[in-house]
Structures are given as structure tokens and as C-alpha cells.
């Protein structure tokens, strides 16, 4: 599903990701751990199309994905990719509902079918009777939840997670953890997390361990 080699990125002088090498499957959880200033969440925004690296490939199925640029990058992130952050990022403006649909909307997608698909996931997700509220009526971990149901409204291949329970509580966090592993089961969605969370780190498939810009172990 995922395949990066020889990822480099530097700021300025201090080189933070030094020849980094990494592989998904498709229908893997995987989670990056390690110390704060270790590369995380610098190679998962890399791997996500958010930033360049200084140096490397990332393969996203037959796609040369380091190659795309401009509009051809920006319509492959949102078709293939979804994320989730540790702060939602929801538009207060809109309603959940409306949140969900805006990355379908922006694909081009009909507006019925997008509608339809994020009525879908967020009933799924435990939200069917909060369709309508803005994110100040949602709790942290509903937005969360509406979060990860506009993450996944494109049917992306993969999801990448920085620290997505990082914000939330013991009881909330498990939830998620649960939802994860739900949709990998279900849907055999791929999942690619940034986390300090043990628990959830347990509960993915691999687990990899970042040290000054390596992947160690």
C-alpha cells in the first residue's frame, strides 16, 4: 500500500529525518512511537503530502507520489488520503453533517451521494442524531468521531493519525482506539498513527520506534 525510502528532511542546518525507510500493507494498523523531536509526526506529514522532503521516494500503491505537484498532488491527497489530528480542525461554521462533506464536495462528487455516504459514516460512528450540530455542541470526542468520518468520506487507501487521542480523555481515547480497529476489520481501512498513547500503540498490528530520525525497531 505504502512504500517510502530514503526520506530525508532538514530545517535549516538540523538534518531531522535522516534516510528513513517504511512500508504499509494494505489493511495494516501501524503506529510510530518514540521521544518528542524524534521525526513522527515530520515523516507522517511527509508521507501525507503536507510537506517535501529533502530527499526520497513515497510510492502510494503504483503511484510515484513524490513526483506530483500542484493540482495533480492536491486531487491525489484528497481522493487517496484522509487525516485525523489531535485537534479536529472542524469548521465551526458548518454543521457535522456539512463537515463531512466538504472534502466530497471538493472531489467533485454529487451531492446526493456525498450527503448520503456522510449520514452513513456518522451514524456508524454512534453521531446520527448530531447531523446538525456545529462543533461547539459537540463534545471532544464527537468531534473527534466527525473528524474521522470526513477523513474517511473519499473511501481513501489510507488514513494517517497524529497523536488523534491526544486531546481527549482515558474513555474517549479507547473509543477511538475500538473505531480503528473497527474499520480496519470492516472496511480493512489502513491506518498509519503518530501516537504517545501505549494503549493504542498496543492494539495496531506493528508498532515501529523512532530515534533521532530513524525508525530503530
Known amino acids: ?34 521521544s518528542s523531536g524524534a521525526g513522527k509526526s515530520t515523516l507522517l506529514h511527509i508521507l501525507g503530502t503536507l510537506d517535501e522532503p529533502a530527499g526520497g521516494e513515497i510510492f502510494l500503491g503504483a503511484v510515484a507520489v513524490h513526483e506530483l505537484k500542484g493540482k495533480s498532488l492536491a ?10 489530528f ?17 472534502p466530497g464536495w471538493i472531489a467533485g462528487r454529487r451531492k446526493k451521494e456525498t450527503t448520503d455516504d456522510a449520514v452513513r459514516l456518522l451514524t456508524m460512528l454512534g453521531l446520527g442524531d448530531r ?3 456545529k462543533p461547539n455542541m459537540l463534545s471532544g470526542g464527537e ?15 489510507i488514513v494517517f493519525a497524529d497523536e488523534p487521542t491526544g486531546n ?4 474517549n481515547a479507547k473509543e477511538l482506539h475500538d473505531l480503528f480497529v473497527r474499520l480496519r476489520n470492516e472496511f480493512n481501512q489502513t491506518f498509519l498513527i503518530v501516537t504517545h ?21
Open 168 to 171: 481527549l480523555d482515558s474513555k
Open 75 to 84: 486531487a491525489f491527497r484528497n481522493k487517496e488520503i484522509g487525516f485525523v
Open 143 to 157: 468531534q473527534q468521531r466527525v473528524a474521522v468520518a470526513r477523513a474517511l468520506i473519499n473511501k481513501p487507501a
Open 86 to 102: 489531535q485537534f479536529h480542525h472542524l469548521l465551526p461554521e458548518f454543521t457535522a453533517l456539512e463537515n463531512v462533506c466538504i
Open 1 to 34: 500500500m505504502l512504500k517510502a525510502t530514503g526520506i530525508h528532511k532538514y530545517y535549516e542546518k538540523l538534518h531531522v529525518l535522516k534516510g528513513v525507510d517504511i512500508t504499509v500493507k494494505k489493511g495494516e494498523i501501524v503506529s510510530i512511537v518514540g
Open 197 to 217: 498513547n501505549e494503549e493504542l500503540a498496543g492494539m495496531s498490528d506493528r508498532t515501529l520506534h523512532m530515534k533521532d530520525g530513524l525508525i530503530v525497531g
Open 131 to 133: 447531523l446538525d450540530n
